[in-house]
């Protein structure tokens, strides 16, 4: 796809001279109205710069692609930093923005000055994600045409149950549930993410490293990512790596502990 086309609308533009946060993550669930990547607000900043939020592509208003790579994704974003004739940024990802920011930061260390990777390490991603039985459990949703949005909602919810038992993360799948003419259908690009789902569980073999200040925030989850058994790589690839645990917090950090992982970011950010 190309990058012209990549969202990074709803960025707050502010005062100050140091670079963008540029935010990659997927839209945050009902309990942080608005949002749209875990990216604090530019008054939380206290005025350190513009911030943007970006959709990855195969998600939200950007264009769907059949590619659906770390590398590819990283790509989208250097040509959007061009675009927007941004030399630096602070790069904030979660997931698998948190996957692509690393990777973009690997790739072009010179131009991220500081890189938050959230609830993600540069390593596979293990088998005891939910996320396959997700993609599966929203491809199979099937709705009648021509109900009230409303009705629409209630009955993907009933779908989605079964398989989707956490209320809240139910809440934030259901926010790509749109209409087209009548027909209610999913904002994701579910076949290029399923096709590349062995991408976007792994991680891209790098010999380089990022040799920026890099801040892993976790939660106390104990699935929750980086492990212990990830240090070693983390190390490797991210000698400035800090780790910080957000007590409380599962994998979505921003919206099950927003004021703690805010204060993290501006913390990490205000650093000399």
């Known amino acids: 796809s190309r990058a012209s086309g990549h969202r990074a609308g709803r960025g707050i533009e502010t005062a100050g001279a140091r670079p963008v946060a540029a935010s990659l993550g997927p839209r945050a669930p009902p309990c942080s109205p608005g949002s749209l990547a ?3 607000s530019p008054s939380q900043l206290g005025g350190l710069g513009p911030v943007l939020t970006i959709d990855a592509r195969n998600h939200g208003e950007s264009p769907h692609s059949p590619i659906m790579t770390y590398e590819a994704m990283s790509l989208d974003v250097q040509h959007l930093l061009s675009q927007l004739h941004i030399s630096k940024c602070i790069l904030i990802g979660h997931s698998m923005g948190g996957k692509t920011a690393m990777t973009l930061a690997l790739q072009r260390p010179d131009l991220v000055e500081r890189l938050v990777s959230v609830d993600i390490s540069p390593t596979p991603t293990g088998p005891v994600t939910s996320f396959p039985a997700y993609i599966s459990a929203m491809k199979s949703m099937s709705l009648p045409r021509g109900i009230p949005r409303s009705t629409a909602r209630r009955l993907a ?3 989605l149950r079964s398989v989707v038992q956490v209320p809240a993360v139910r809440q934030f799948l ?3 549930l749109v209409e087209v003419e009548g027909h209610y259908m999913w904002r994701l690009n579910l076949e ?3 096709h590349h789902l062995p991408d976007i569980m792994t991680f891209p073999a790098f010999q380089s490293y990022y040799p920026g200040p890099t801040l892993f925030l976790r939660g106390s989850n104990v699935f929750s990512c980086p492990s212990d058994k990830d240090f070693s790589e983390i190390e490797r690839l991210f000698p400035k790596a800090k780790i910080q645990c957000i007590a409380g917090a599962d994998h979505w950090v921003h919206a099950d ?7 993290a970011i501006c913390n990490f950010l205000l650093l000399p």
């Open 174 to 176: 259901l926010t790509n």
């Open 38 to 40: 875990p990216a604090p």
């Open 157 to 159: 919810e009933d779908q």
């Open 192 to 194: 290029a993410i399923s």
């Open 257 to 263: 502990r927003p004021q703690e992982f805010i204060a």
